[in-house]
């Protein structure tokens, strides 16, 4: 199994501003994504981390938003731009590898936005 | 367009008991995957079980099993033996079909807040 984790775990930030998240995995996997939970609510997805290209983006959600790296099979960023309170959510990163049946999850970042 | 439902908003048992938290889901692929997650108040999302949409035999995980009734598409998982541990938050999910390495994402149901009792 993969263990993902994740920095920062937690962050305060003023509206305006902007904070990017990294997940790294300790081995390498073909999936990877980024999903928001919001206060009360399931997990959501925001896009599809593609390694070497521009990632995937579900509807309602915006590269110049959410803007995504994935430089390797191992680790990815997701940066929440221009935040304003609506931002304010716990944020995952998932990976997995095709040919296995298990989806991991990191432990998150529990983002506030002020 | 695929869909979880999980209309058990919260749930209580009794510890020591078992305890079957829904799921039914909706889609027209033949070939998908559905999974059951425990979120604890820490936020942190936790594998618990995977059944395949051609596995014949429902999976088991120590004390977690899913009841698959592929004909009635519904996915439903048994706590045996409930712990006071189990108390938390619940996710159904589904994975669609996975081509060429590509796909994979997960669609989750709303959840269903599982709390026991002493």
């Known amino acids: 199994s993969a263990v993902i984790s994740q920095k920062p775990s937690r962050d305060i930030c003023q509206r305006g501003t902007s904070l990017t998240i990294q997940c790294q995995v300790d081995s390498q996997v073909t999936m990877m994504f980024w999903y928001r939970q919001q206060p009360g609510q399931s997990l959501t997805l925001i896009a599809t981390?593609?390694?070497?290209?521009?990632?995937?983006?579900e509807s309602g959600f915006v590269i110049d938003k959410f803007p995504i790296s994935r430089p390797n099979l191992t680790f990815s960023t997701l940066t929440v731009s221009n935040m304003s309170p609506e931002d304010s959510s716990i944020y995952l990163c998932s990976a997995g590898t095709s040919g296995h049946n298990e989806q991991f999850f990191g432990p998150g970042t529990r983002l506030t936005v002020l | 367009a695929q869909k979880i439902t999980q209309t058990q908003p919260g749930m209580f048992v009794q510890e020591k008991e078992a305890v079957t938290l829904d799921c039914t889901y909706d889609t027209s692929d033949q070939s998908y995957g559905l999974f059951w997650y425990k979120q604890p108040s820490s936020g942190e999302m936790i594998f618990l079980i995977y059944q395949g949409s051609y596995d014949e035999q429902n999976a088991t995980e120590g004390r977690y099993s899913l009841n698959f009734q592929k004909a009635r598409k519904s996915a439903n998982l048994v706590i045996s033996a409930s712990q006071l541990g189990d108390s938390a938050m619940y996710f159904c999910a589904m994975r669609e079909v996975l081509r060429y390495n590509q796909g994979g994402k997960l669609i989750f149901g709303q959840g269903t807040e599982l709390s026991v009792k002493p």
């Open positions: 981390a593609n390694q070497g290209s521009e990632a995937t983006y």
